[in-house]
């Protein structure tokens, strides 16, 4: 039987390891509180974040990292994307030495602009092909409730992501198989900024015209920060770009939309913050992604907007109005 760790409780970690359960693998999930570990060992649930989501039997919980990690084939990283290079410092010396690291996080890390691929090879020491990554259109609360989905296992070893698809593979979750670690990575970084920059449209009362702009421009804007980068262009018309950019942001269950959605309405970032009960990516993300796109010379205005909004606290109406006024460009641009 497949062993697998994941480490981290949330609404995803704890939705993926039922995943992983429902496809016939061994789970352990570990958390940092007692009380959530108990309550799926004894509950089969997760109170906190999947509330009346029964876990299958073969997913248990553990506060102990060491346990958690023995015998695991996978290794599944479900955590803040920048609490990853702490997190993983501390958790490397105890992972088996021929786990596959399989990263469920969208983000690009502050400070060094580095996907959550280039983090796990340089913390964990461990090469390209010893690293996965999962994503897609895979909203929790929805796969939680084990309805249709499907979503991109990408690995630079082409057999490895074939594993990693057999592992969490059920008859509601079909992973497809791809080698454009980058393009994957970069689709499901980026949307989580352009899903604030709709939210924030949506909060300011703009309707459908506007939001499907942002939702194509943003697209554009992901394509040419990947072809800069090596990733291939095919890659975001797939679930890693368009189907992941489709679901963050038009539903009312994504968070940086959510998020987003309040900064329209006029919430500052703090207050926004405050009424926020799980991590936003986007939110710290607008900042490495910009940084990312200044480094390849990429133009992002998109992404530049929805960091004055958040960090510099430019009022929206004003970023919208300079947002607009760019000088008019060809639609290939």
Not at 108 to 120: D, Q
Not at 308 to 326: C, F, N, Q, T
């Amino acid at each position: 039987m497949t062993r697998c760790a994941v480490y981290g409780t949330g609404s995803w970690g704890t939705a993926f390891a039922m995943i992983l359960g429902d496809a016939g693998c061994e789970v352990t999930l570990w958390g940092r509180r007692a009380a959530v570990a108990d309550a799926i060992n004894k509950d089969r649930t997760n109170p906190d974040y999947l509330p009346g989501v029964e876990l299958p039997a073969s997913v248990r919980a553990t506060t102990d990292p060491a346990e958690a990690a023995a015998g695991a084939d996978f290794t599944v990283l479900a955590v803040p994307s920048q609490t990853l290079r702490d997190n993983l410092a501390a958790w490397a010396p105890l992972l088996p030495a021929d786990t596959v690291l399989v990263s469920l996080m969208k983000g690009v890390e502050l400070g060094t602009a580095k996907r959550m691929s280039e983090v796990i090879e340089e913390v964990a020491k461990v090469p390209a092909e010893r690293v996965a990554v999962l994503t897609g259109p895979n909203l929790a609360k929805e796969i939680a409730a084990r309805q249709p989905a499907a979503a991109v296992v990408a690995c630079t070893d082409e057999s490895v992501a074939r594993r990693l698809q057999t592992a969490c593979h059920t008859p509601y979750f079909r992973p497809y198989t791809h080698t454009d670690v980058v393009g994957c990575e970069l689709g499901g970084a980026v949307k989580n900024v352009i899903a604030l920059a709709v939210g924030i449209a949506g909060g300011m009362g703009l309707g459908d015209n506007a939001k499907a702009s942002l939702i194509t421009r943003g697209l554009a804007e992901t394509t040419r920060l990947g072809l800069a980068m090596g990733a291939d262009a095919h890659t975001f018309a797939g679930l890693a770009g368009m189907g992941d950019l489709v679901a963050t942001c038009s539903s009312p269950l994504s968070r940086n939309n959510t998020f987003g959605t309040n900064l329209g309405r006029g919430m500052s970032l703090a207050e926004t913050i405050a009424v926020t009960k799980q991590t936003a990516e986007g939110v710290k993300s607008c900042e490495s992604v910009r940084d990312l796109a200044r480094r390849h010379g990429v133009d992002m205005p998109i992404t530049e907007t929805v960091f004055d909004i958040v960090h510099e606290g430019k009022p929206p109406m004003v970023a919208l109005k300079e947002l607009m006024s760019r000088s008019a460009k060809s639609e290939r641009h």
